[in-house]
């Protein structure tokens, strides 16, 4: 592998296992065994109870494979939003699901906030089936507050509440007994290659999904949440997967369980790059409050246009992100992943403050 | 790699170079660029242009990147059919196609063949928006006729037609200016660990959804046709694929046209197959004519039940298929893609004569 460090928020750097591991699934020849296979069945056996175990998921939540956490957006729309849900927009994120409910034709509202500060108003329709909110932006860096997720999941009991937690899994605890839902990419947080997607759900949601059959409303097709719960509990899927991203998910998994998931949620690196963003003059955090600020994407305003900094730390070998969307050119975004180590996130800070 | 050899019919033996293609891929930081990089772009457009010279694919058509072949599916019933489309269903996969038309409330039709001969009839409903016919059924080793397909699409100039080629190219040779749409999965005659799909589409095929959208149809989100073909104007995708799978493909293309489509396309091979099935007296060809024989998917019905002789050939490190569906203990299907060699066909047709 080359020397170069990926700082990018997703794809990233891998987890220092991956290339053992890839070797491991040639030589168990995991590209070649039939989806079908019992094989195949343990495996996804597998990676479903030490997923639970390593996120604290309870028994009674599914765990559903996607090709990505955009899937399941649509998936969300098709299967549990009959007529309007409501998006707690806080970045290019937040607001791309709640654009999909508009495409879907439902009559969704949402909150939008200035992304840099909290937002000003939790309240919501009355109406609204499901709430969408986003733990952590990964546009922007805003880290949704737990607090208000846990006040907003007793104020409405009713609703379903679901939770993106793209870029925040396994770094950021969650609490699953305040929502219904969930779901993140494995190239994030997991340090995998991309193209693998988690969809968590509970019971509600797949009654909400029966329902709107009942209702004689359509919920897709293969990846409808009664098509997969069917075959997950056989341990199979509607179609091939992603068998490869799957075994190697499982791997990775092992490797946090055995390095122990407080190790992984160590918050010092973040309190790093956070200090840096203060003290350096030519950086200024975007997140104006404590609560608001990512511990796994670290994002800053950068006083001019950021390419002069991105090429000077590329020649060093790191790679960071540039900002997204309409900050393209005024925001750095470091991603702060559990496949970066201490060592590396100091090197950067380092070429931070030489620059 | 382990001595076993997979004849499964997908997923199935990788192709011989991808070890070496995964060790590069780490090297290149394939895992970890940027789906927004250039990296990304520059190799998303050179497969494309390398997949169009490998299977003579016109220039005017589109490639866009899917999850598999079964997300084409639906894909296509959310873009390309309002009311109505005809179904040649030849096996469990054809069938399934169809079966998503009424999951979407669709007032599709289908000729329902008798899987080991030849269709009755080749007529169909005046109002048909889409023909569907599935060149290599997976399940049973039925091959369409391609004289029959063109008689179809002269006969119905203003119906598209979707051909489902899943299992079929590159090893058979399609003619696309009989067709609007087609597709594949990459597990299957590419040698790719599963995960990716690929949907090649006209114009008449985005004029087809640009129409639903002008009638106030749903025709989904991200994957809408619309928007697949504005970020892949730009090399991009509307969410973060499968990298890695899009740089194997790459790969293994390259080492197809090194080789010549025509070394890939050599039918001796299924021949060795079928001539085993002929002359054992525990089994026969599935199909009845040798136009329906396929090329990559050679089906056989055995005397008894199949476990014994699977269980004999995997003792020897030969992996082969069980029957499909309804014919899971009744026939054997063995794969006859790229990745084999006539040496390892031989040994298997060895065995065959040995069981």
Redesign the interface.
Known sequence: ??S?I?F?P?????YHT??QH?KNA??????????RSSAFQKLFAEMKERLKDLLSIPDEYDIFLM??A??V??RI?QNLITKSSHHFVNGSFSKRFY??TK???LQSTATIGTHSKEFESFDLPENSELISITLNETSTGYAFDQKRLKALSNKYPDKLIALDVVSAVPAVSVDFSMIDTAYF?V?KCFG?????GIWITNEQCLDRAKQKVVN?K?I?????LPSLKKNSDKNQT????????IYLLLQVIKDMQTRGIEMIRNETKATLLYQAFENLSYLRPFMMSKTNKSLTVCVAEVDQDNHDLLNFLAAKGL?I?EGYGEYESQHIRVANFPAHSREQVEMLVDYLHKY
């Open positions: 592998m080359s170069k990926f990018t997703g794809p990233s750097q891998l991956i290339p890839l040639l030589r168990e020849n995991i590209g070649s065994i039939s989806h090709s990505s955009t899937e957006w649509e729309v654009d999909f495409l879907y034709q990419s190239q995998l290659p991309s193209g693998l004689n359509v897709g097709s293969y990846h409808s509607p179609e091939t997967p992603n068998i490869l991203s790679v992100g």
